[in-house]
């Protein structure tokens, strides 16, 4: 099974779940959960961004090179699940901000 999609795919989903991050985070419609990546936010978008798509860059680059393994098709399935959940929060959130939810 060639995992190029959806590895890009998670790479996708990584890129818009940093990038909404900071977008309601900074506009304080609503915190990160993760104590470390709210630390680095603190510090910066700029170092927040590059700590979480770096992170994302190496799993990528880890799952594309075990590709024929299939602990990495495992963990594309469980990669795509978590950001899948994930992005469904951070649409639930934006209906919240924009009181569509309330």
């Given amino acids: 099974m060639n995992l190029w999609k959806p ?21 304080g419609w609503a915190e990160e959960g993760n104590f470390l990546m709210a630390s680095l936010l603190d510090v910066g978008v700029a170092p927040f961004l590059a700590i979480k798509l770096g992170m ?34 951070h649409i639930l959130t934006g209906f919240a901000v924009t009181g569509y939810l309330s």
């Fill in 56 to 89: 994302g860059v190496v799993t990528c680059a880890v799952l594309l090179y075990g590709s024929d393994n299939w602990l990495a098709k495992i963990g594309v399935r469980l990669g795509l699940a978590a950001y899948s959940v994930a992005i469904v929060s």
């Fill in 7 to 27: 590895i890009s795919l998670l790479f996708g989903l990584n890129v818009v779940d940093a990038v909404v991050t900071v977008l309601w985070v900074r506009n």
